[in-house]
Nanobody, 117 residues
């Protein structure tokens, strides 16, 4: 199994920045897809950013130009750099990976991001 541990959430003022981290453990695994999702109170979970094994990225329209997803293979860690944060970015953020070794998705436990106005 793949275990994912997230960190980096917290409380920040509007216009500020945060960097979320998600570290995978439980090798062997072959991760071919990484993504960050978020879920605000009373709303469905939504895709924020995704990164494929060949480096293709995809972002929700609401975060384009402000958020950046990246990966450090040596550390088995995927990051989400969030700049120019807005109150509407407030949510629990989850990392998700797809492992071709296991043939399934794995999810982190979530980290709270709160942006005050």
């Amino acid at each position: 199994q793949v275990q994912l541990v997230e960190s980096g959430g917290g409380l920040v003022q509007a216009g500020g920045s945060l960097r979320l981290s998600c570290t995978a453990s439980g090798k062997p695994f072959s991760i071919v897809h990484r993504a960050w999702y978020r879920q605000a109170p009373g709303k469905q979970r939504e895709l924020v950013a995704a990164l494929t094994s060949v480096g293709t990225t995809n972002y929700a329209d609401s975060v384009k130009g402000r958020f950046t997803i990246s990966n450090d293979n040596a550390k088995d860690t995927v990051y989400l750099q969030m700049n120019s944060l807005k109150p509407e970015d407030t949510a629990i953020y989850y990392c998700q990976v797809y492992s071709s070794t296991w043939g399934r998705d794995f999810w982190g436990q979530g980290t709270q991001v709160t942006v005050s106005s």
